[in-house]
């Protein structure tokens, strides 16, 4: 007999690593060193908790088959709470994913941002998602069981007791698929992308027989009754026919017409139209059993009125015009004017007549040794004998402001500073750098603030400062009493 040796044509060892048990290794790798096995369970949570407790975001990028993925890590971040010693006996049986799906306490959240649709779909305070990068998506039904049997294989193996999802079909679907394992159970978190609702699931009535259908098909145990909550939500846009508008407020002495004198210390406040964009309304019937409540087609018990909850939301413009707003956007954008008061008020004024004068001379009393007087170097004593300058405010309107701030001038004057000093908390106030309220720097500001947006601008601000300085100056040189 002849020995024959038979050629080793083909040879593939098996011991090479693949890359498929890499992608698996590196998903194991993630979840020890962003140390999530063994995640123990924590309390339950509040209604408002997905809303108003901060969620922690990690990611990391995967590659696999050609395909670039990004893992992330998604975590409620709570306030440390004191948690009961005494703790029931089976809740060491259950994992954190149960527990929190079968908490009512945030349905109905608006989350729809970021991936946050996973908490609002399966009510989860922690979960790993895996998305397609660099707008790749996955249609493919062997790769979405691939990529999902990867995750559970990782998830085993490091004894992650976390929701697993990937994203798949296009990313405007927000389509997730995913698993919870551990402890001897296995939660499937599955969902369907429907372009067009069927007639029997409009209404509870087709979604139950759907549910009760699917859930007797995977676990094999028929289902009598279940516990249901339902929310109607209303949404309203246009609250006339018309639009509406808000009217400013009506400062008739700033329009020259009639003197609402009533009204010179306050500014305006609100918006010069609705600044309410969308108002959403929300009526919910919490944890119903289906035997007590019909909802089909002929017939329904959910009638909005009689919802044991209701609950509203306002969603606001953008950027609404606000009266104060703008005001003081118009004063603080006098700080990077740059032109002087002689650009502003032009010849008109009383002391730049004789500009070049009044520059050599306001120069000369620097080199003096002797201290000299205010109205040596401005050129005039007294105020009341020099004729106003002419600019945007009129004299009717100027008048009772400069009265406003020197109310000592007027005999029947109706807003006399108050030397009360009002008592305000430390508190309250710590940290806030202003002036005394009603005092005469707090009624100038109030005053240049509705000179700049209403009565001319830069050069209406210039005017009212050069009366108030002349005013000043008078009253420094007479030794009057400055009020306020």
């Not at 945030?106 to 397609?132: T, W």
């Not at 600044?275 to 909005?304: A, C, I, K």
């Not at 004017?337 to 306001?362: F, P, R």
Request: aromatic share 10%; charged share 25%; hydrophobic share 40%.
């Amino acid at each position: 007999m002849h020995h024959v040796e038979i050629e080793d044509f083909y040879h593939h060892d098996f011991t090479t690593v693949s890359e498929w048990e890499v992608f698996i290794a590196r998903i194991e790798e993630l979840i020890h060193e962003w140390k999530l096995p063994h995640m123990k369970v924590t309390n339950s949570l509040k209604p408002g908790d997905f809303i108003n407790c901060q969620w922690h975001e990690t990611s990391e990028k995967l590659n696999f088959a050609d395909v670039e993925f990004l893992l992330k890590h998604y975590k409620l971040e709570k306030e440390s709470e004191n948690e009961d010693a005494a703790k029931e006996e089976n809740e060491e049986e259950w994992i954190q994913c149960q527990k929190d799906a079968l908490d009512i306490s945030n349905d109905f959240v608006k989350l729809n941002d970021n991936c946050m649709e996973i908490a609002r779909y399966y009510g989860v305070r922690e979960f790993l998602v895996l998305i397609p990068a660099r707008k790749a998506i996955l249609t493919d039904e062997t790769r979405i069981k691939i990529v999902l049997s990867s995750l559970t294989i990782a998830a085993n193996n490091a004894n992650c007791y976390i929701p697993l999802l990937v994203q798949i079909q296009e990313s405007w679907q927000k389509m997730y698929l995913g698993c919870c394992a551990g402890k001897g159970t296995c939660v499937n978190l599955d969902m369907v992308h429907l372009k067009k609702i069927p007639p029997h699931c409009r209404y509870l009535t087709g979604l139950l027989t759907l549910f009760k259908q699917k859930i007797g098909e995977g676990c094999g145990v028929k289902i009598d009754s279940v516990m249901v909550s339902a929310r109607f939500s209303y949404l309203l846009k246009d609250w006339t026919n018309s639009t509406w508008t808000q009217e400013p407020p009506d400062f008739d002495f700033m329009q020259g017409e009639t003197l609402g004198v009533a009204e010179l210390g306050k500014l305006p406040f609100g918006a010069t139209f609705d600044p309410v964009r969308e108002l959403h309304l929300f009526v919910t019937w919490p944890q119903m059993s289906d035997n007590v409540v019909v909802d089909s087609e002929g017939y329904s018990d959910l009638e909005p009125q009689l919802a044991p909850e209701w609950s509203v939301q306002v969603k606001m413009v953008a950027l609404p015009a606000c009266l104060l707003g703008e005001y003081m956007s118009d004063f603080l954008h006098l700080c990077n004017n740059q032109k002087t008061m002689v650009e502003l008020l032009g010849e008109n004024a009383s002391y730049i007549h004789d500009d070049e004068q009044m520059l050599s001379s306001a120069f000369s009393v620097l080199t003096e040794s002797r201290i000299p007087t205010i109205s040596a170097v401005v050129g005039r004593a007294n105020t009341k004998k020099n004729k106003n300058i002419e600019g945007p405010i009129s004299e009717e309107i100027l008048l009772p402001i400069l009265y406003f701030l020197f109310p000592d001038a007027d005999e029947n004057s109706k807003f006399p500073y108050n030397d009360i000093v009002p008592i305000v908390e430390d508190d309250q106030w710590k940290g806030v750098k202003t002036c005394t309220m009603d005092s005469l720097v707090w009624r100038l500001s109030v005053v240049a603030a509705h000179c700049t947006h209403n009565l001319g601008g830069a050069t209406a601000l210039a005017q009212l400062w050069h009366e108030f300085v002349q005013e000043i100056r008078f009253r420094w040189e007479k030794n009057v009493l400055i009020p306020g």
